[in-house]
C-alpha cells in the first residue's frame, strides 16, 4: 500500500485555488483538506472551522509559541498557519492532506516533509489574475494591491515546485491536478 501523501497548493490569490481544491475535495472523498488558522476578518459565507478558524492575532500568536502550528506567514497583513494535530494526526491514520497555503509556507513544509507533492497553479496572465481579484469585490482597493504585489514575488518562485499548472479553464486545470496527485494510487 501506498504512504498516504501530503499535498501542498499554492498560487498567488485570485488564481482559483479554492474552487480547484472543492472541486477536487468532492470528486475524491478519500483526500483531506486541512483546514488552517487565520487573523484576517471572515468574509460573506465563509464558516468558522470549514473555511478557517478565525483567531485574533493574540490568539495566533500563542499557538506559534505553543508549537502548534505546521507552519505559517504573514500573508497581506495577517497571519495564517496550518494546525499540526490535525494534519499529524490524518497522516498517521494513512489518509491523504491537501494544503492549501502561499509560497513561504510551502518553502517551510519543503523543510519538514520533503516527499509532499508540491503543486503551483498559475493564472493565464496577469491582467487574468487582477480582474479576477477585483471582480471578488469583497477587498479594499488596498488589500487588491497587496495581494498583486504577494502575486508577483510568488509566481517568481513557481519552479521551486514540483509542478506548474495553469488555471485556463477549471476543468483542464482539475484534470491535470489529479493527473499529477494519482499517479500514484493513494490508500482509501
Ligand atoms: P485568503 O485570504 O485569500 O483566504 O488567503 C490568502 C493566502 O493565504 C492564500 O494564498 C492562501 O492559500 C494562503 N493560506 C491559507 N491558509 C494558509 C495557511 O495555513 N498557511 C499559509 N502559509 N498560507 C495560507
Do not use: C
Not at 37 to 51: L, M, Y
Not at 120 to 147: C, H, K, T, W, Y
Not at 148 to 166: K, S
Amino acid at each position: 500500500m501506498q504512504a498516504a501523501k501530503l499535498i501542498v497548493l499554492t498560487g498567488p490569490s485570485g488564481v482559483g485555488k479554492g474552487t480547484l481544491v472543492r472541486s477536487l475535495l468532492q470528486r475524491h472523498r478519500e483526500l483531506h483538506l486541512s483546514v488552517s488558522a487565520t487573523t484576517r476578518t471572515s468574509r460573506p459565507g465563509e464558516i468558522e472551522g470549514k473555511d478557517y478558524y478565525f483567531l485574533s492575532r493574540e490568539q495566533f500568536e500563542d499557538m506559534i509559541q505553543a508549537g502548534e502550528l505546521l507552519e505559517w506567514a504573514e500573508y497581506a497583513g495577517n497571519y495564517y498557519g496550518t494546525l499540526r494535530s490535525s494534519v499529524e494526526k490524518r497522516l498517521a491514520q494513512g489518509k491523504s492532506v491537501v494544503l492549501e497555503i502561499e509560497v513561504v509556507g510551502a518553502r517551510k513544509i519543503q523543510q519538514s516533509f520533503p516527499d509532499a507533492l508540491r503543486i503551483f497553479i498559475l493564472p493565464p496572465s496577469m491582467q487574468q489574475l487582477e480582474r479576477r481579484l477585483r471582480s471578488r469585490g469583497n477587498d479594499s482597493e488596498e488589500a487588491v494591491a497587496r495581494r498583486l504585489e504577494r502575486a508577483h514575488l510568488e509566481i517568481a518562485a513557481q519552479d521551486e515546485f514540483d509542478q506548474q499548472i495553469v488555471n485556463h479553464d477549471l476543468e483542464t486545470a482539475l484534470q491535470e491536478i489529479e493527473a499529477v496527485i494519482f499517479s500514484t494510487e493513494l490508500p482509501r
